[in-house]
C-alpha cells in the first residue's frame, strides 16, 4: 500500500509539472504539500537541512575557476561516459540528484527536460547513485534526451566533496514512506548528494556552480540558460 504522503506527493507533482511556473515555484508546491499532509515530516526536514547547513555539506566541492574531475560513469544504457570526452564538444552541465524517488528531483528532471533545445552545443548530463533501471524510468518520466549516468557506490560524489550521510531519525523517516534509497543503489549506505549543477566549459573548467544543501532549491532553468549562452560562442 502506497504511504499517504508518497501518494499526497504524487498527485501534487502531476498537477504542477507541466506548469509555467519557475522550477523554484514548482517545488515550493512540493515543499507546501509536505508541510500540510506531514508537518512532523516538514519539520524533520527543516532540521536535517539546517544541520546540513550549518555544516557547510558541499561548500567543499570544486569551485568556479577550478578545473572539474575527470570522471568515467555508465549511463542509462551502459554506454561508458567520461567527462574528459564529452567536453570537446561544448559547455557541459553536470546537474547531480537524489533520484527518481525524489519529487523535487523529478520536477527538476522535467524541469532541465523543458530547457535541453535552448543551451545550443550545450549538453546536460543527469548524475545520481542509482541503478539503471530507475535511471532510465526518470529519463522517460521527464521526457528527457540528455543521459542520466549512475555514479557507482557515489563515489565521485565522495570524492568531490559533494556527498552527505542521512542521519539514523531521516532515514526512518524515508524509509518509512517506502523509499528503499540503498536499495536503488545497490548498496545498503545511506548517501546522497548534496543537488547541485555545475557549467563546465571545453577546457573543463567550472564557469558557473550551484550547490545548495536544501534540496528543496534547485538552480533555476533560465540561469542555466543564460550562463550556457555566455560560453557558446555560436549563441552570440
Request: overall charge negative; some cysteine; proline content about 6%.
Amino acid at each position: 500500500m502506497t504511504h499517504p504522503l508518497v501518494a499526497a506527493l504524487e498527485g501534487r507533482f502531476q498537477d504542477v509539472r507541466n506548469n509555467q511556473w519557475s522550477l523554484n515555484r514548482r517545488l515550493q508546491a512540493i515543499a507546501d504539500e509536505v508541510r500540510t499532509k506531514s508537518p512532523d515530516f516538514a519539520t524533520a526536514v527543516d532540521h536535517f537541512v539546517a544541520r546540513l547547513a550549518q555544516a557547510e555539506a558541499g561548500a567543499g566541492a570544486p569551485a568556479v575557476g577550478e578545473v572539474m574531475p575527470d570522471f568515467a560513469m555508465p549511463d542509462q544504457d551502459g554506454r561508458i561516459v567520461r567527462l574528459s570526452e564529452i567536453i570537446a564538444d561544448g559547455p557541459t552541465i553536470l546537474a547531480f540528484h537524489r533520484g527518481h524517488w525524489c519529487p523535487y528531483c523529478r520536477l527538476n528532471m522535467v524541469g532541465l527536460a523543458e530547457i535541453q533545445d535552448q543551451l545550443g552545443y550545450g549538453k546536460i548530463y543527469a548524475i545520481s547513485a542509482e541503478k539503471q533501471e530507475h535511471t532510465r524510468a526518470l529519463q522517460a518520466e521527464s521526457g528527457a534526451r540528455f543521459p542520466f549516468l549512475t555514479d557507482v557506490d557515489a563515489g565521485y560524489v565522495l570524492s568531490i566533496n559533494l556527498a552527505i550521510w542521512v542521519d539514523e531519525f531521516m532515514s526512518s523517516l524515508i524509509a518509512g514512506a517506502g523509499w528503499d534509497v540503498p536499495g536503488y543503489h545497490g548498496g545498503q549506505a545511506w548517501i546522497l548528494p548534496v543537488p547541485s549543477v555545475f557549467i563546465i566549459d571545453r577546457s573543463g573548467i567550472i564557469r558557473r556552480r550551484h550547490v545548495d544543501p536544501d534540496y528543496r532549491q534547485r538552480m533555476e532553468l533560465d540561469s542555466i540558460v543564460e550562463a550556457v549562452s555566455n560560453l557558446d560562442p555560436d549563441r552570440h
